[in-house]
T-cell receptor, first 114, second 113 residues
Framework: EADIYQTPRYLVIGTGKKITLECSQT?????MYWYQQDPGMELHLIHYSYGVNSTEKGDLSSESTVSRIRTEHFPLTLESARPSHTSQYLC?????????????FGQGTRLTVV | QKEVEQNSGPLSVPEGAIASLNCTYS??????FFWYRQYSGKSPELIMS????GDKEDGRFTAQLNKASQYVSLLIRDSQPSDSATYLCAGGAGGTSYGKLTFGQGTILTVHP
């Protein structure tokens, strides 16, 4: 069973607030991902990290930012939440490449901005 | 061209039938391939992985990879209503993006009794 955790699971917050979505994994994986997914829609990669101090933006433009100061921790921050940020955010990690590229997912954070 | 493309679906099959899900990929995604299942409101879970040309079987699931045609598929035999979900194809990149996983848009499968 994968050991990757996201908190909170659900968050309802007002417009303009700053929020941080937490993601931690205990598997020592180098690669970590943040995906955004609306109900019934496809996964969109918004941030990717190769390892500590290495991050890049994904295929879908996002106003969020990420940091990777420790291997196990990959938080996502929204400086000023807006209703358009309402979505499910999924964090994932993988060990390496090739046969070890398989990603394990956290349970997700469902964000609602009112 | 999208790096990983699933162009079948939504798919509806009767219980007990074989469900066939297809995926094509670009040159950037060539190292390894994975099939995930995602139930509504849940996170994706890995069900199959394949790295070499040919077939790989695991219970009712068979993954097929054809690198010459850049094609990967998933067959589900004896489909059950509990198989109803979105199936995601994913590929691991090579080169400068080694290990980066890219997902297709998903295929919705419905197995009706």
């Amino acid at each position: 069973e994968a050991d990757i955790y996201q908190t909170p699971r659900y968050l309802v917050i007002g417009t303009g607030k700053k929020i941080t979505l937490e993601c931690s994994q205990t598997m020592g994986h180098d690669k970590m991902y943040w995906y955004q997914q609306d109900p019934g829609m496809e996964l969109h990669l918004i941030h990717y990290s190769y390892g500590v101090n290495s991050t890049e933006k994904g295929d879908l433009s996002s106003e969020s930012t990420v940091s990777r100061i420790r291997t196990e921790h990959f938080p996502l921050t929204l400086e000023s939440a807006r209703p358009s940020h309402t979505s499910q955010y999924l964090c994932a990690s993988s060990e390496a490449g090739g046969r070890f590229a398989e990603a394990f997912f956290g349970q997700g954070t469902r964000l609602t901005v009112v | 061209q999208k790096e990983v493309e699933q162009n079948s679906g939504p798919l509806s099959v009767p219980e007990g039938a074989i469900a066939s899900l297809n995926c094509t990929y670009s040159d950037r995604v060539s190292q390894s391939f994975f099939w995930y299942r995602q139930y509504s409101g849940k996170s994706p879970e890995l069900i199959m992985s394949i790295y070499s040309n040919g077939d790989k079987e695991d219970g009712r699931f068979t993954a097929q990879l054809n690198k010459a045609s850049q094609y990967v598929s998933l067959l589900i035999r004896d489909s059950q209503p509990s198989d109803s979900a979105t199936y995601l194809c994913a590929g691991g990149a090579g080169g400068t993006s080694y290990g980066k996983l890219t997902f297709g848009q998903g295929t919705i499968l419905t197995v009706h009794p």
